[in-house]
C-alpha cells in the first residue's frame, strides 16, 4: 500500500458514510409519502399485507447502522492516520496532510488557509508523501 492509499482512507471512508448518507434521506422520504391505492381487480392469494412504508423503514433501521459502524471505523481510522502523520519532521508537511487526508479539504482550499500558491502547496505534498513513505510505520499503520 502506498502512502498516498494510506492517506486516503478516511477520505474514502467518508464518502462512503457520505453516499449512504443521501440514501438513507431518500429512503425516509420514501417512508413519509402516501402510497396510491391500488383498484386492480385481481386478487392474490399470498398478498403482502404490510403497508409500503414498512420496508423502507427496515431499511432504515439498518443503514442507520451501518453508518454509526462507518463512523465509529473512520474515529479510528483518523486516531491511527493522524498518529502516522504527527512522525514526519516538517510541521508545515504535516499540516497539509492533515488538512488533505483528515480534514478532507481540497488543494485550493489548503494553499488559501495556509496562505501559499497552489502550486508551491502541490509541492509541499508531493514531499509530504515521499517523506511519509520514508518514516518507518508504526504497528497500525496498514489498518485497511
Not at 438513507?24 to 413519509?32: D, F, H, M, P, R
Not at 381487480?41 to 398478498?47: A, I, L, M, N, S
Not at 479510528?76 to 512522525?87: F, T
Amino acid at each position: 500500500m502506498t502512502a498516498k492509499e494510506y492517506l486516503s482512507q478516511p477520505l474514502d471512508l467518508n464518502r462512503q458514510i457520505n453516499k449512504k448518507m443521501k440514501l438513507l434521506e431518500s429512503y425516509k422520504a420514501l417512508a413519509g409519502s402516501i402510497s396510491s391505492p391500488k383498484f386492480d381487480e385481481k386478487v392474490q392469494g399470498t398478498r403482502n399485507v404490510d403497508p409500503p412504508f414498512v420496508q423502507y423503514l427496515t431499511k432504515i433501521e439498518g443503514l442507520e447502522t451501518e453508518i454509526a459502524a462507518d463512523r465509529e471505523r473512520l474515529s479510528k481510522l483518523v486516531l491511527a492516520v493522524d498518529e502516522q502523520i504527527s512522525r514526519l519532521d516538517s510541521e508545515t508537511e504535516q499540516l497539509v496532510l492533515r488538512y488533505r487526508y483528515l480534514l478532507f479539504m481540497n488543494m485550493q482550499q489548503i494553499s488559501e488557509r495556509l496562505s501559499y500558491s497552489k502550486r508551491w502547496t502541490r509541492q509541499i505534498h508531493a514531499a509530504a508523501l515521499m517523506n511519509f513513505e520514508s518514516v518507518p510505520p508504526t504497528s497500525s499503520r496498514f489498518l485497511c
